[in-house]
């Protein structure tokens, strides 16, 4: 006997137990979510060969850039496998014709112990990838081409460059900032510069985008005041062009003037600037 929309209406002593069983075929629909989450991976996956990321201008942020591609191509590998098993069973699986009842087993050991193991294998390779990169960023072996000591303070920088690390004595050039000017940190191609950090006052952050690193300037750091802490990074250019550096941790009022003008340049020019710095710096000291 069958009943309103085609329902079949059990007698009395029918095997299905009083279950209603819906006949005619099932209404196929396609997920909602499904086209905008396979638009917004595409759309991921085509934005850019650096993956949101700055274009890097330096050794040690080219190594960053490869760590991150990395990272974002298996978070995107294991996002399109997670949506396309739940395509698959949201389609496989969907109300139709059967009226068994599923696998009632409680346990799948040898599935559990892969979805264990392959993500602490995905973990530890991330871990052994980032480990040295993270040493490069921290490494300052041998001597250094250029060396700046970097002050900042409420709100502005000072840029000393010195002969040799042990940054003592008078700087042989030294750039300032002010409300109405800009200071411009010039640096050579392809030489590796180390920056001293220092801070005057609170704590303040070194930071150009298209490093892809930042350091804080943490006050007594170059002292004893602060022991234990490594205000000392270092950089090799690799490109010319001028970039925007900023204070990026909050040090007050006017912290969001707090910038500086990077230009990275060849040779020749910087020979030529670094003569006219140091010229015009021992006049200002006399």
């Known amino acids: 006997m069958r009943g309103w929309a085609g329902r079949r209406i059990p007698r009395r002593g029918d095997r299905t137990g009083g279950i209603q069983i819906v006949t005619g075929e099932p209404h196929e629909r396609r997920p909602r979510w499904l086209v905008p989450s396979l638009s917004a991976l595409t759309a991921v996956v085509i934005s850019g060969c650096d993956l949101g990321l700055p274009s890097p201008i330096t050794r040690e942020g080219e190594n960053v850039t490869r760590l991150w591609s990395v990272f974002t191509i ?67 072996e041998g001597a250094a081409d250029v060396y700046v000591e970097v002050v900042g303070f409420q709100w502005q920088w000072q840029f000393r460059y010195f002969e040799d690390e042990s940054y003592e004595g008078d700087p042989r050039i030294v750039v300032s900032g002010s409300p109405e000017q800009v200071p411009v940190l010039v640096l050579p191609v392809d030489a590796t510069v180390r920056f001293r950090l220092v801070a005057q006052d609170v704590i303040h952050s070194f930071w150009v985008p298209e490093f892809l690193e930042k350091r804080d300037l943490i006050p007594g750091a170059e002292t004893d005041v602060s022991p234990g802490i490594d205000n000392v990074v270092e950089v090799e250019t690799t490109e010319t062009g001028e970039w925007t550096g900023r204070c990026a941790e909050y040090c007050g009022l006017q912290h969001a003037y707090m910038d500086f003008e990077l230009r990275v340049v060849d040779e020749a020019e910087w020979q030529s600037w670094s003569s006219e710095a140091a010229d015009a710096t021992g006049e200002e000291g006399t």
């Open 74 to 140: 298996l978070a995107l590998a294991i996002v399109a496998l997670i949506i396309g098993l739940i395509v698959v069973v949201v389609i496989r699986y969907r109300r139709g014709h059967r009226d068994d009842i599923p696998s009632q087993r409680q346990y799948n050991f040898p599935l559990e112990i892969t979805y264990t193991v392959i993500p602490l294998v995905i973990v530890g390779v991330l871990f052994g990838l980032t480990i040295p990169v993270q040493e490069n960023l921290g490494s300052k």
